[in-house]
């Protein structure tokens, strides 16, 4: 009861803080759009300009759906019924790997082979969110340099997404304290990342967790109801 009375008083404490940022967002995307449009025509026509430029597309509407969210409107609200199929799961473990190797250049991402895997009864948005944080965590966890392991293996009724790193890792106290929010052992950082990705998978009816990985580092496994059989071989 003292654990669930500390979490409201601090999750009140930012709720007017949210609310606020979502609106900044919410101007802040529509400026966006139009500075993208003011750079469009200056762009060549290579791969690697087209390549810039659906990122920021991309970016700018992940934010625009971020805010939604965050203000309640329901179109913002990602259905807890929309499958994730295997082939979408590759391609957002894929799109978000890419995204950290750009603001990480010195995070080496080893993506395991992704095959053979059911879809999970999850929503795509929820998703990319989720593996969003514990990527970027297991980046800044080995201070932007090293290697990452990245992958999904059927487990049971679920599917399982983990992420691996080869950090300092964490003390058993630290450990039992991941999912408190508040809790970080970041200089600078906020200590929400964790507890709002456990929120948001267990509103998909799965499971987060995070152990003290075999030979040192950091194992966090993202499990998520499959919603068919394996496939493939």
């Not at 009861?1 to 802040?28: P, S, W």
């Not at 080869?166 to 906020?190: N, Q």
Request: glycine letters at 14%; aromatic letters at 4%; one cysteine or more.
């Amino acid at each position: 009861l003292e654990n669930e009375m500390e979490e409201a008083r601090t999750l009140g404490k930012l709720g007017e803080n949210v609310a606020r940022l979502a609106h900044g967002l919410t101007n802040a995307v529509h400026s966006l759009r139009g500075l993208v449009r003011l750079i469009e025509p200056r762009l060549s026509d290579t791969v690697r300009d087209k390549r810039i430029l659906r990122g920021l597309h991309a970016a700018i509407d992940h934010l625009e759906v971020v805010a939604r969210m965050a203000l309640g409107d329901p179109a913002g609200t990602p259905a807890q019924d929309a499958p994730v199929t295997g082939e979408e799961m590759r391609r957002v473990v894929r799109d978000v790997t890419r995204e950290i190797g750009l603001s990480f250049p010195g995070i080496r991402c080893c993506v395991d082979p992704i095959d053979g895997l059911p879809g999970v009864k999850a929503s795509p948005l929820v998703l990319r969110e989720v593996l969003t944080i514990l990527v970027r965590n297991a980046a800044e966890a080995t201070e932007g340099q090293g290697e990452l392991e990245i992958g999904a293996r059927p487990s049971g009724e679920s599917v399982e997404v983990y992420v691996r790193d080869h950090g300092p890792g964490f003390t058993p106290v630290e450990l039992g304290r991941m999912f408190k929010p508040g809790f970080t052992t970041k200089p600078g950082g906020h200590g929400f990342g964790l507890f709002l990705a456990q929120r948001a998978v267990q509103t998909q009816g799965g499971s987060l967790s995070v152990i003290a990985a075999e030979g040192g580092g950091t194992r966090v496994s993202l499990a998520l109801p499959a919603s068919g059989p394996r496939i493939g071989p």
